[in-house]
């Protein structure tokens, strides 16, 4: 499956954003789909994931209560709305996809397939 991430930009503490990822290939519906970020010098962390019928979602503490995932199957696309946001949630975006077991669902090694990122940047 190959993944599309969009949506980011600049925005200041307080505002929001809504992120999309658009899949293409393999049958979207069979993935588990999540969000993680990477800010300069940290390592790529969980934001957020989806089941594949939408029917679960799981947060980071960090963007608990400001950030819901949805997913839209006969579109698929997966989308990330993130509010109240936080200088602290400026990093790089990715999407990812993977047919490991939910319970997996917050280890990025279990991600086969990776968006390229989209940039969101937070000004205080």
């Known amino acids: 499956v190959q993944l599309q991430a969009s949506g980011g930009g600049l925005v200041q503490a307080g505002g929001s954003l809504r992120l999309s990822c658009a899949a293409s290939?393999?049958?979207?519906?069979?993935?588990?789909m999540g969000w993680f970020r990477q800010a300069p010098g940290k390592e790529r962390e969980f934001v957020a994931a989806?089941?594949?019928?939408?029917?679960?979602?799981y947060y980071a503490d960090s963007v608990q209560g400001r950030s819901t995932i949805s997913r839209d199957n006969a579109q698929n696309t997966v989308f990330l709305q993130m509010n109240s946001l936080k200088p602290e949630d400026t990093a790089v975006y990715y999407c990812a996809a993977t047919s490991a077991v939910w319970s997996a669902k917050t280890d990025k090694n279990m991600y086969y397939y990776w968006g390229q990122g989209t940039q969101v940047t937070v000004s205080s």
């Open positions: 989806i089941s594949r019928t939408g029917a679960g979602t």
């Open positions: 290939g393999r049958s979207f519906r069979n993935y588990n």
